[in-house]
Nanobody, 125 residues
C-alpha cells in the first residue's frame, strides 16, 4: 500500500510555470507506475502524464507534450510534474496516482489503485 500527497499547486498567470510534487509513503515505491491526472470543473478526469517504475519511460497527453515534464526520484519517493507555458485550459485539480499492475505508466485511470487528494492549479488569463 502507498499513500500519496500532492503539493505545488497555486494561482499563476498564463505563460507561467509551476512544479507539482507527489510524495509517496509506504512500502515499495519503486514497484509502482505513477500517473498524473487532472479534473476541471464540470469535466471528466483526464490523463496528463505518467512514468514507469524506473523513471525511464514517460507518457504524455498530446496537449501537454513539450510543456509538461514528469520525472521521479525513487530515492526521495517523489514524482515531479514540471508544467510550463500554462494556459487557462490547464486549470484543474491535479492528482497523482500509483499502480502496482501498470508499472509502465498507464494513461488509463482504471489502472491506478492509489490516489492523492489533489492540488489545485488555477491559470488566469
Amino acid at each position: 500500500q502507498v499513500q500519496l500527497v500532492e503539493s505545488g499547486g497555486g494561482l499563476v498567470q498564463a505563460g507561467g510555470s509551476l512544479r507539482l510534487s507527489c510524495l509517496a509513503s509506504g512500502r515499495a515505491f519503486t514497484t509502482y507506475g505513477i500517473g498524473w491526472f487532472r479534473q476541471a470543473p464540470g469535466k471528466e478526469r483526464e490523463f496528463v502524464a505518467a512514468v514507469d517504475k524506473t523513471g525511464g519511460i514517460t507518457n504524455y497527453r498530446n496537449s501537454v507534450k513539450g510543456r509538461f515534464t514528469i520525472s521521479r526520484d525513487n530515492a526521495e519517493n517523489t514524482v515531479l510534474l514540471q508544467i510550463n507555458s500554462l494556459n487557462p485550459e490547464d486549470t484543474a485539480v491535479y492528482y497523482c496516482a500509483a499502480s502496482s499492475s501498470a508499472t509502465y505508466g498507464s494513461p488509463r485511470s482504471a489502472s491506478y489503485t492509489y490516489w492523492g487528494q489533489g492540488t489545485q492549479v488555477t491559470v488566469s488569463s
